[in-house]
Every structure is written in C-alpha cells, then in structure tokens.
C-alpha cells in the first residue's frame, strides 16, 4: 500500500485523499474514514465498470485498510470555471454535466432496477479537462436510493449560491440545469421546488453552524 505521507494531500472533507506521483502515471489514493461509504463506493464502482460513463479508472479495492486507488485526471474543479470563464463556456461545462448525470441514473436504474441518487453532489465532485473537454464525475460514497429532485435540487442550490452567490450568472446557470434535465427526466417540478427549499435552509444550517465554530476557534 502507498504511504499516504508521501503524497499531495487533496481536499476531502470526511476521508484522506492525496496524489501519488509515479515515474509512469499518476494515482489518486482515497482512504475512507467510514466502513459504509467505502462499500457503497466500490458498490457503484462496480456497477459502472465497463460502461462508457466518463469516471476515473479504479485500479485497487483494499478493504482491510478502506483505501481504493484510482487514476489521477488532469483537470479542474467544475466550481472553478463557473465565475472565471465566458458564460458560453461555463453553461457548455453544466450542460456536460447533465448528459453525465442522464447516463448515470439510467445505468445505475438499469442495473439495479430501482432509482439512485449521488445524495452528496455538487461541482467539486466534477473535474472538467480543457483540452478533451471532457467532464469526468466521481465520489459515490453517499449513492443510495431516492428521487433525482433532491440531487437536481442540491446541485441547483449549491451553484446559486457558490461566492459571490446570486450572480446574473449564477441563475443563469442554475436554471440552465433544471432546463436540461427537467424534460429528459420527467422531473417533477412541485417536488422539485420543495427540495430547493429543503436544500436551501440545510445549507443555511451548515453555514451558520460552520461559522460558529471558526468564530470559537479564532477566539
């Protein structure tokens, strides 16, 4: 196993997750903090080995040690092209986002015969390859069951409110979103406008709570 001291650290919140360079090639090293969400990660890894959607290569499941390996993709955060690129650009990156996100579900249903969800999804989960132009999807640690309005939902919220929030730009992409997933997906809308709410107040929430806790850290 790979030391993880010898690595870039990368930015996860719940697991350590770092870059291992190699002479030949590149691998991002994910150790999990959580028996569960390691499992479902390699559950949906599983599922979707073999198929044509845009996903880091898997090389190795350890479960002794909850660590999965998988190749680096050179990229950048989605969230880092919404503000800083033309508005022709960035809806061209979410509108790859979509067509990602319409053949994920129908995989997953395909195989599952029921209907999943990414449930912790937002565009640092996607990288975007400027050169390929491609758009590449990962962490499917919180997958389960459920509606695809929550995850539109979530990600709707999450691009409204990306610093600075409330943009011209930002609902323009943001209902760029539901306009290309709404049909294709037979969303319902009603529902759909209640988890915005839902979502809304829960970020809010974590937000507030977030700031306190600095605010007593500083302290």
Same mark, same amino acid.
């Given at each position: 196993?790979?030391?993880? &001291?010898? /690595?870039?650290?990368?930015?996860?919140?719940?697991?350590? @997750?770092? *870059?291992?360079? /190699?002479e030949q090639q590149d691998v991002v090293?994910?150790?999990?903090?959580?028996?569960? *969400?390691?499992q479902r990660e390699r559950e949906i890894g599983d599922l979707l080995q073999g198929s044509s959607l845009?996903?880091?290569? *898997?090389?190795?499941?350890?479960?002794?040690?909850? &660590?999965? =390996?998988? $190749?680096? @993709?050179?990229?950048?955060? @989605? @969230?880092?092209?919404?503000?800083? &690129?033309?508005?022709?650009?960035?809806?061209?990156?979410?509108?790859?986002?979509?067509?990602?996100l319409?053949?994920?579900?129908? =995989? =997953?249903?395909?195989? $599952?015969?029921?209907?999943?969800i990414l449930g912790d999804i937002h565009l640092r989960n996607f990288i975007y390859n400027r050169v390929s132009q491609q758009v590449y999807g990962f962490d499917f640690e919180e997958c389960r069951i459920g509606q695809i309005e929550s995850d539109v939902a979530r990600l709707f919220v999450f691009i409204l409110h990306y610093d600075p929030a409330f943009t011209? *730009?930002?609902k323009a992409l943001a209902n760029y979103l539901w306009e290309?997933?709404?049909a294709p997906l037979a969303l319902d809308e009603t529902l759909f406008q209640q988890e915005v709410k839902r979502e809304t107040l829960e970020l809010i929430n974590r937000r507030a709570k977030r700031? =306190? &806790?600095r605010s007593r850290i500083s302290k």
């Open positions: 196993m790979i030391k993880p &001291t010898t /690595g870039e650290r990368l930015l996860s919140k719940k697991n350590f @997750v770092y *870059r291992e360079r /190699g090293v994910k150790i999990f903090s959580d028996l569960k *969400r390691f845009a996903t880091p290569a *898997r090389y190795s499941c350890d479960e002794n040690s909850l &660590t999965i =390996i998988y $190749q680096f @993709v050179e990229g950048s955060p @989605v @969230v880092d092209f919404i503000e800083n &690129t033309e508005l022709s650009e960035a809806e061209d990156i979410i509108g790859k986002i979509c067509v990602w319409l053949e994920f579900y129908s =995989i =997953i249903r395909g195989k $599952q015969g029921c209907q999943y011209p *730009r930002k290309n997933l709404s700031d =306190i &806790t």
